[in-house]
């Protein structure tokens, strides 16, 4: 990737938030060597969508899931990511994706604070697919 496109990708992520995130995923997936004809041409819709250069565009989430607490009732790590099981204090069970940068055990309260949402997002590493995936930033919540 040449620097000016490193720094388009940089100004799409840090100045329009996860729209601009969003851009600068589908621009890192994008193959310009492939001839739209091939997209056109795919053996299916799955994989015309996987040649999508907007297929890894994430949406923005809904306003009730970007800020809540709850209880994490499943955990499941997957390399430098983890995956968590959160049931928000209004009972609505949901799936974030964070950084596996800290332990956070089954039974923690956590607050989530999600930037972007996918649905039906398929992890290969794990085989599964996840009918609706906050991504976002889960911290403890110190409870007294």
Same mark, same amino acid.
């Given at each position: 990737?040449?620097?000016?496109?490193?720094?388009?990708?940089?100004?799409?992520?840090?100045?329009?938030? &996860?729209?601009?995130?969003?851009?600068?995923?589908?621009?890192?997936?994008?193959?310009?060597?492939?001839?739209?004809?091939?997209?056109?041409?795919?053996?299916?819709?799955?994989?015309?969508?996987?040649?999508?250069? /907007?297929?890894?565009?994430?949406? &923005?989430?809904?306003?009730?899931?970007?800020?809540?607490?709850?209880?994490?009732?499943?955990?499941?790590?997957?390399?430098?990511?983890?995956?968590?099981?959160?049931?928000?204090?209004?009972?609505?069970?949901?799936?974030?994706?964070?950084?596996?940068?800290?332990?956070? &055990?089954?039974?923690?309260?956590?607050?989530?604070?999600? /930037?972007?949402?996918?649905?039906? $997002?398929?992890?290969?590493?794990?085989?599964?697919? $996840?009918?609706?995936?906050? $991504?976002?930033?889960?911290?403890?919540?110190?409870?007294?």
């Amino acid at each position: 990737m040449s620097l000016i496109t490193q720094k388009i990708v940089l100004a799409l992520a840090t100045f329009l938030g &996860p729209a601009g995130l969003g851009i600068a995923v589908a621009h890192l997936a994008w193959e310009p060597d492939r001839e739209p004809s091939e997209t056109s041409k795919a053996a299916s819709p799955v994989e015309a969508q996987r040649l999508s250069p /907007f297929a890894a565009l994430p949406e &923005p989430p809904l306003a009730e899931e970007l800020a809540f607490s709850g209880v994490v009732r499943e955990v499941v790590p997957a390399g430098s990511y983890v995956y968590l099981a959160v049931t928000s204090e209004s009972g609505a069970p949901r799936w974030i994706a964070t950084h596996a940068k800290g332990s956070l &055990p089954a039974g923690s309260t956590v607050e989530v604070r999600s /930037f972007a949402a996918r649905n039906e $997002f398929e992890s290969p590493r794990l085989g599964r697919t $996840f009918d609706r995936l906050l $991504f976002g930033i889960v911290t403890r919540r110190n409870v007294l």
